[in-house]
């Protein structure tokens, strides 16, 4: 692939996360939901630094100064932190920007600083609320172990004694009050904890005088290899979780402060947590916007929130919509049996998928249930039915991979829920990932229920992603799902599977041929067309075919979330690439390829994005649409989403992403509109069953 018409994953994720900030920067949005942007911003960005920069780091560790690889990963990272300086500069204004807009409502957040003038108030809130509760301790010469966790805000402080640096350390608790407010003359006075106990450090360490003071934040490497693990069901687990214990002790890649932050001081801190690199930020707004939780919970509890005032401050919370057709219905396994579903979330409840789940684990007919889980939530109903079914003689079967990076833990407990409850359980396959959405029910004549989806069984995310499933009686999609879970299960158990695209055999030499037959379409005369939906298209074997497709004239709409390594627009190369990316009230987490025009169109939904990991070293199911009113209904998905010009950013050559101008054009939210389709569509089911 030539250079004209690429960009680095890694600096198109920064991008991606600037976008996320920029989201915040919309006057027109209420306050809490600006500050929650900028929350996810922050939040995006040290997971960025966890994964991919802590894997970069490592990938360095293993190579000699003097390779072109050491060269190119230093390069990398030297872009990484010039990208990322701008995104944070971005992210502190629009921080600001909002502090300016919140003094409207009556709400000034305090931009502390150490000499800030002294209040009773304050004094007292610190004495009784805050000082109680913090352990500081002073750091030894001699003390070879400092950890400080990744997340965690600590305090710093520098003392002169005996013209010899000593050091001191606090840590704050993660459950102390973030906010201290006041009222004032002209609303309520915001002060942040953080910025309290940084201005009273002095007090905390017994009045000894401080020489320089500060808080700091560090982000650890949190790229473990778990399949050293590997071994048989218990000893994974055990295993596993001693391995998880290291990620608290990696080295730091990354840190962010507050306050004075050099000569000593930092020598110290980087000497003693051993901190790699240079990615060392002073940060402008707080370290932990958790913050924004206690404002909100306070204004709402102190009645500021009115109904005059809340389209400025707060956003309305959306409940997903009930679906009246299939809530009407008697039995979700009969409907099912009769006509294919199509469960859009969050624009529709999960109440459906979780009725069919509590329906199969009590009904005599069903005879086996095979799951696949990635991440679900703590008490989940889902987990529960499945141990029901279980106890109910159920033959279950349920692969749960316990590598969801950061919920290992949580899914390690699953599945010795599901294990206890008489389930059969499998914890993944050596080398690969088990990333599909997958559910098979057999009953006991023979027929067959499959769902497969693009989005996790979570019944917490499920109203903040949003995702499509599919749930079919077709006797041969039962029979590739018996054959994925021998495969998965069995290790190794392979044939040709007639309907469902399987990864990490099939599916890539499938999705290229599809690619394929557009081209041969235009060498015929003929109208070439390809539409994407994914949250990252980053496999260069996939991106040079696009490229190949985009010179012979196939027309391609790419709807990219986060990371895209395809510049558009590239002239000789992707001219007839368009790329579009949209940040929204909910995350877009839908996988959609489109292939075609009209009534022979080819519609794919799957868990499968177009990434190196995704199609060559995971399991991925994805499935071929062929219910006419469901294919109907995901293209007008896709095309409600070209049409976005509100929350959608186009990406030009260079790879940077502009908002619409769209004041002489009818406005259209492509979220906001799925939101109302949920409503019509109840609308219409209700007429049709009084006529």
């Known amino acids: 692939m030539k250079n004209s018409c690429y960009i680095e994953r890694d600096i198109s994720l920064v991008r991606f996360n600037k976008r996320v900030a920029e989201e915040a920067s919309i006057k027109t949005s209420p306050i809490f939901e600006r500050f929650k942007f ?28 003097d390779t072109e690889k050491y060269r190119n990963i230093e390069n990398l990272l030297s872009q990484v932190l010039q990208e990322t300086k701008k995104a944070n500069s971005f992210a502190a ?41 913090l352990s500081p301790r002073i750091v030894a010469k001699n003390d070879v172990f400092m950890h400080l966790e990744t997340d965690d805000v600590t305090l710093a402080v520098e003392f002169a004694k005996d013209g010899k640096p000593v050091f001191g350390l606090c840590s704050l608790p993660g459950n102390m009050e973030k906010v201290f407010i006041e009222k004032d003359q002209s609303g309520f006075s915001v002060h942040l904890v953080e910025d309290i106990i940084l201005k009273y450090a002095d007090k905390i360490f017994g009045g000894m005088k401080i020489k320089q003071a500060c808080l700091i934040k560090l982000v650890r490497n949190a790229d473990i290899d778990v399949d ?148 679900v939530s703590s008490n989940s109903a889902i987990v529960n039915s499945l141990c029901k079914a279980a106890e109910n003689g159920k033959k279950v079967t349920v692969l749960i991979e316990l590598k969801a990076r950061f919920d290992e833990i949580n899914n390690i407990e699953v599945s010795r829920q599901l294990q206890q409850a008489g389930c059969s359980v499998h914890l993944g396959v050596a080398g690969y990932k088990v990333h599909s959405k997958i559910v098979t029910v057999e009953f006991k004549d023979k027929s067959a229920l499959t769902y497969i989806g693009t989005g996790n069984f979570h019944e917490v995310t499920v109203k903040l992603y949003s995702d499509l499933g ?12 018996n054959m994925f879970f021998d495969e998965i299960t ?16 099939y599916c890539k030499n499938q999705l290229l041929d599809l690619v394929d037959n557009e081209m041969l379409k235009v060498s015929k005369g003929k109208k070439g067309s ?33 990371a895209c390594m395809l510049l558009p627009g590239v002239l000789g190369e992707t001219e007839n690439i368009t790329l579009r990316s949209i940040v929204g009230e909910f995350l877009e987490h839908t996988r959609i390829y489109k292939f075609g025009e009209g009534a022979t169109a080819k519609i794919i939904i799957g868990s499968c994005d177009i990434m190196t990991r995704n199609l060559d070293h995971r399991f991925e199911i ?70």
């Open 38 to 65: 900028l929350s996810i911003f922050n939040s995006n960005m040290r997971e960025f630094y966890q994964i991919r920069v802590g894997s970069m780091f490592d990938d360095l560790a293993k190579e000699k100064e």
């Open 93 to 133: 204004k629009t921080y600001f920007d909002i502090v300016e807009d919140f003094q409207k409502f009556g709400f000034n957040l305090i931009n502390f600083s150490m000499e800030i003038e002294d209040s009773k108030p304050l004094k007292d809130y610190f004495k009784k609320n805050v000082l109680p509760i």
């Open 228 to 375: 050293e693990a590997r071994g048989n069901v218990g000893g994974y687990r055990n295993m596993l979780s001693l391995l998880l214990n290291r990620r608290s002790s990696l080295y730091p890649v990354r840190i962010d402060f507050k306050g004075d932050f050099s000569g000593d001081m930092k020598n110290f801190i980087v000497k003693r947590t051993k901190f790699i690199g240079n990615h060392i930020f002073k940060s402008k707004s707080p370290l932990d916007f958790s913050f924004v939780k206690d404002i909100e919970d306070f204004a709402h509890f102190a009645g500021i929130v009115t109904k005059s005032n809340l389209k400025g401050l707060d956003s309305v919370k959306f409940t997903p919509c009930e679906n009246l057709e299939y809530q009407n219905a008697p039995s979700i396994i009969e409907y099912a049996k009769e006509k294919d579903m199509l469960f859009n979330y969050p624009y529709n409840t999960m109440k459906p998928f979780l009725r069919f789940m509590e329906e199969c684990s009590v009904n005599k007919a069903v005879k086996v249930i095979k799951m696949t889980l990635y991440r």
């Open 470 to 481: 599919i749930l079919t009686a077709d006797p041969i999609v039962a029979k590739d799902a």
């Open 490 to 505: 069995l290790k190794g158990a392979e044939d040709h599977y007639e309907k469902l695209l399987v990864t990490p055999h």
């Open 530 to 562: 390809i539409t994407i939906k994914c949250n990252a298209l980053t496999h260069v074997e996939f991106i040079e075919k696009l490229v190949e497709a985009s010179k012979v004239g196939v027309e391609i709409q790419l709807i990219v979330r986060g």
């Open 622 to 691: 994805s499935y071929m649409v062929e219910d006419k009113n469901i294919k109907s209904k995901i293209n007008n998905i896709l095309k409600v989403q070209l049409k976005d010009n509100v929350k959608a950013r186009i990406c030009d050559s260079e790879g940077e992403y502009y908002t619409i101008n769209c004041e002489k054009k009818r406005k259209v939210h492509s979220q906001n509109y799925m939101k109302r389709r949920a409503v019509t569509e109840n609308k219409k089911f209700q007429k049709s069953i009084k006529k």
